[in-house]
């Protein structure tokens, strides 16, 4: 229930994200914390004064070669003509091995390969040695001294090695910012598979451990708090005791139980409230003490954005590193990005590098939707000022992933189908660089983006209701002017996707509207809603009479999953889908699902690594596994 003592705050601040960094900064002095920990356990810590060696390296002077050290004025006239002789006994030489100490007044170092061994005592050379030859003097890699790391130096390997060698066995560091996650919530529960609705599986404090860790701080996840004021007060009192940061999560917006802000307010200070930024923008920056407290919006997304404004920062800043900046790269928009105007956009995107160019789309822009974090190549920021940005204009994104991969990416658009994700893990195991990026945006938009040059391949299976024949069609009305490969792989099984059992025996469409079912529609240029249309006008049905008609799906799988979860309602789609979700599935017809592509992607080597996977045993296995499809392999590529 609502605690009375906390009324609704609903408006929020549009500070700008910049200073409201600045205002966090300047409200704390960071004392550094220094202590010493063993060397060979520092790895990835940051220096916290400059490091100077205790010992030379190496120290002593040390044989660099295996052979023999002798004293190179002794060898002086040494010729082919002219061999000098050696002796043991007369201490003119001894053997040495690599790493050995030189001993006085040995001065030289001739390679055992260039020795002639006469007898036990005798050895031969026909090549003077010059003094200090093939020797390593004291100090040849670190001199007594000698600074070896300056401070802020986050150390690796390689450092570890120079430290311990140069007689450093401890170093001192900057202790890591202890940083505490609070996360609360009355619906946040620990993970559990038996999630009820209403329920949310706690994932944001473990996504905050890792970035701290990654960052250089110590994160400390404590117990999901409820939405009780008296419980959040105490447990951010106690932990704004112990830590440097703490962040609270949720309940940091507009709602009747977010508290926190007041919280805050009410034991130490709000230094900001709300920052001019989509998504992120009810977050809660403030202080307890001289603790850094920020409160994180809810929602996933919102909250990892915020992490990276707001608390690298801040841990950068107590360690005294340079924050890390992600490389950029200038892309070309394959679709428009509307934008709020007075507010910085932040939009997840997709990158793939198409005829000769870089082109990104944007992901959803949901900030409920965490895959959208997975799967993105690249950031791209809407400066406050711009109301959006338009197709074709080229832009700078923060790169996500190495260009290495970008550019092997192959981009997929349209309908979607489950072999796709297949094709993708196959692809993959062959080629670890590469990734099938799949927007699925309907067969009619996956014919559209082949048009464009915004994808490498389409899937689509777009029945033309009066040749009855699918796609080609559709092809040669629509793209003219390019040469282009139509891969005919797959043909898979659409029909009716019900409750397990048929409960409401739907054989044909004119079920629905008589026994007033919610039809789960797909989006408008899907296939299967071209499919479904055709159905509708071939019974002289309209679509007002079809109740849902209007409510879209983006794919077979959320069909699917809307059907188990809704009584009475029925969708339409593949028998995979149906099968995914436990449902039953009532056939309609055999649909052509094809791969359409360019003849340059489908010649290169990204399209012959897709053939070859279309074509192995392993593929039609695991596809016809599914039920519901029959993968052809002997296809010929059909250049259109
Ligand atoms: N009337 C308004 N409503 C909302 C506004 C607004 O300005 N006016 N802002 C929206 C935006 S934008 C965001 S972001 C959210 C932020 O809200 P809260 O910080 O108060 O967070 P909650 O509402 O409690 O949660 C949102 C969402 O996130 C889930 N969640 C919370 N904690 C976790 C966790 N530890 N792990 C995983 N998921 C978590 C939570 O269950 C909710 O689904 O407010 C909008 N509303
Ligand atoms: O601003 Mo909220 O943080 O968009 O999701």
Known sequence: MKDKRYGRKIYLEDKPRSQALQELLDAFTFERVIEKVPTPEALGRITAAPIYARLSQPHYHASAMDGISVIAEETYGAHEQNPVQLSISNGQFIYVDTGNPIPSPFDAVIMIENVHVVDEDTIEIIEPATPWQHIRPIGEDVVTGEMLLPQGHKLRPVDLGALLGGGVFEVPVTKKPIVSIIPTGNEIVSPSIDVKPGEIIETNGTVFAGYVTDWGGAPVKEEIVKDNPDLIRQVLLTAAEKSDIVIINAGSSAGSK?????????????????????????????????????GLPGY???????????????????????????????????????????????????IGYVNGQYIANPLTRAAGVTMSMVRADGLLLVPAESLGLEQGEMVELDLYKPLKVINKSILFSGSHDLTIDIISSQIRSQDINRQIISSHTGSMAGLMAIRKGEAHIAGIHLLDPDSGEYNLPFIKKYINDQKLVLLRF???????????GNPDHVHSVNDLIEKNLNFVNRQKGAGTRILFDHLLKKANLSSESVKGYQREMFSHLSVAAEVKQQEKSVGLGIYSAAKAMDLDFIPIADESYDLLMTASFYESEGGKLLETVLRSKEFKNTVEQLGGYKVIQDFQPYYI
């Open 258 to 294: 977010d508290y926190t802000v007041h919280i805050i307010a009410e034991i130490g200070q709000v230094l900001s409230h709300g920052v001019a930024t989509r998504p992120g923008k009810p977050v809660v920056l403030g202080k307890i003490h001289n603790t850094v407290v920020i």
């Open 300 to 350: 996933p997304v919102s909250a990892y954005l915020a992490m990276e404004w707001f608390v690298r920062p801040l841990i950068c800043e107590y360690l005294g590193v340079a924050e890390p900046e992600r490389e950029k790269l200038t892309v070309k928009l394959g679709r428009r990005v509307i934008s709020n105007m007075g507010s910085e956009d932040f939009v997840r995107m997709n």
């Open 490 to 500: 797959l043909k898979r099984e659409q029909g009716w996707i019900v409750a397990k």
